[in-house]
């Protein structure tokens, strides 16, 4: 097989079902425990606002709706856990999705945290790592424990993968 074309459906499908994985959590904790995730919304109506040459917002709550701010942001929440998938891919070689293993998953997972951490946080106004947020270390967590699922779901998708390759 092209080693491109395995990039990139490697990618997909395991960057696809990892995202799957971490929105099912989020379900989960919504239902169960009544914790809230990102509305995908306001990732929209941030990058709706590039546009205009707006990166950074005051509260991205109240900046200005953009108009289809909602399927923006999910189809960039997938796009994103599609790209760190290649990343994945792309350090540890497309092999990998032949024989995963749960560390280098973890490892990216773990990682991407740095993304909300260090860029959409801040960004939306909410300061580096959530620290302008009524509950910084809460907010903290959260972003850990998602991205940590995410990483399992990674090792998942791509444990699958193998296993319809086989």
């Known amino acids: 097989m092209n080693i491109y074309f395995e990039l990139i459906a490697f990618s ?25 995730s990102l509305d995908y919304a306001l990732l929209g109506r941030w990058i709706g606002h ?5 990166f950074f917002h005051k509260t991205i709550i ?10 923006i942001g999910w189809i ?10 290649c990343l994945l891919l792309l350090i540890w070689g ?9 560390l280098p998953a973890l490892a990216i997972g773990i990682l991407t945290t740095v993304a909300p951490f260090f860029l959409m946080q801040p960004a939306f106004g909410f300061g580096i790592a959530a ?6 270390a809460i907010a903290r967590f959260r972003s ?10 990674l090792y998942l998708a791509a444990l699958l993968l193998s296993r319809v390759m086989a």
């Open 131 to 136: 620290a302008k947020t009524p509950h910084p």
């Open 76 to 85: 960039a929440h997938y796009s994103i856990g599609i790209s760190f998938a």
């Open 12 to 36: 997909l499908i395991i960057g696809i079902g990892a995202t799957v994985i971490m929105d099912i959590y989020a379900i989960v904790l919504k239902r169960l425990f009544n914790i809230p």
């Open 62 to 71: 109240q900046a200005e709706k953009i108009r289809y701010e909602r399927t």
């Open 94 to 102: 497309t092999g990998w999705a032949y024989h995963p293993t749960l």
């Open 144 to 153: 850990l424990k998602t991205h940590t699922i995410y990483g399992i779901g």
């Open 50 to 54: 590039f546009k205009n040459g707006i």
